[in-house]
Structures are given as C-alpha cells and as structure tokens.
C-alpha cells in the first residue's frame, strides 16, 4: 500500500492549488482519504477528509469555504481543491488512509505549499 501526494508549490495570496492523492494497493472505493498539514514548530493538523462510502466530506474551520476535496474514480485519485489560499496555510500536506475503525494506517509522502508574495 502507498499514497503519493502531489501538486504542492508556490503560491500567491489568494491563489489557488489543487493537489492529488493517488493510492495504489487499494481502492478509494472501500477506504476514506484524509488531509492532514504541518507547518514548521506547529502539530499536524487534519484539514479534510472524503468518506469511501457516501462521498460526504469534513473540512477544518481553518479551511472551511476554501478548499474542497473530490475524487476520480476512474483514476482512483483524490482532489483537494485550495483557493484562496492564505500565508498560513503554508505547510507540509500529507494524504492518509482512513481504516473502518477511523484510524489512519499509512500515509503518504508530503507535497510542499507555500503561499508567499
């Protein structure tokens, strides 16, 4: 099992990224995603997650309204969408995998953001 996340980079104020989870070993179809971030000298903090069964989503109040998070089926692939993006929104962003029982058992390598003028 693996998680590759990618489309981190630098970015604007008020710009938008949108990054990619792809799994391997495992489809999207029986097993949540969630994103989690962690900025230098600050705890990691899970910032959205997309349920395998009904699609429903949960998102931080730190990015409520903000970033979205879908997926591609086809290409077992999931999408969060960050717009308007925010200084403080720099930071490290991993993908994980959420097991049944809600814990999360692998996670994937990080992609970089930085929102920087």
């Known amino acids: 099992v693996q998680l590759q996340a990618s489309g981190g980079g630098l970015v604007q104020p008020g710009g938008s990224l949108r990054l990619s989870c792809t799994p391997s070993?495992?489809?999207?179809?029986?097993?949540?995603i969630g994103w989690f971030r962690q900025a230098p000298r600050k705890e990691r903090e899970g910032v959205a997650r997309?349920?395998?069964?009904?699609?429903?989503?949960y998102y931080a109040d730190s990015v409520k309204g903000r970033f979205s998070i879908s997926r591609d089926n086809a290409k077992n692939t999931v999408y969060p969408q960050m717009d308007n993006l925010k200084p403080e929104d720099t930071a490290v962003y991993y993908c994980?995998?959420?097991?049944?029982?809600?814990?999360?058992?692998?996670w994937g390598r990080g992609t970089q953001v930085t929102v920087s003028s």
């Open positions: 994980a995998r959420r097991t049944p029982g809600g814990l999360y058992d692998y």
């Open positions: 070993g495992f489809t999207l179809d029986y097993y949540a």
């Open positions: 997309l349920s395998s069964s009904d699609g429903s989503t």
